[in-house]
């Protein structure tokens, strides 16, 4: 019997860039190839990479995409009642 041995993760050689797979990606972003695909087509996710056929995601890129969308906790709208709510008076 063959005892495999849990697989690690290695960091990228030095100025190697770190290429995920979508489903890697979509597994780093806790959401879905369906969802990565679609972001793609509207031009709305993380930069991807053609690499022959396949669509590869550069962590760097994964990690710079989220840091642009995190949201200041202080910032918010002066009047904002929430969704749905009436307009005060």
């Known amino acids: 019997m063959t005892v495999v041995a ?34 793609r087509y509207k031009r709305v996710g993380p930069p991807a990479t053609k690499v022959g056929a396949r669509v590869m995601y550069q962590r760097a890129h994964l990690d710079r995409w989220l840091e642009q969308r995190v949201q200041d906790p202080s910032a918010t709208l002066s009047g904002s009642q929430g969704r749905g709510a009436a307009p005060a008076t």
Do not use: C, K
């Open 6 to 39: 849990p697989l690690q993760e290695v960091a990228p050689a030095r100025g190697r860039v770190e290429l995920l797979t979508a489903a890697e990606a979509a597994d780093y972003l806790r959401s879905t190839v369906h969802t990565l695909t679609r972001w």
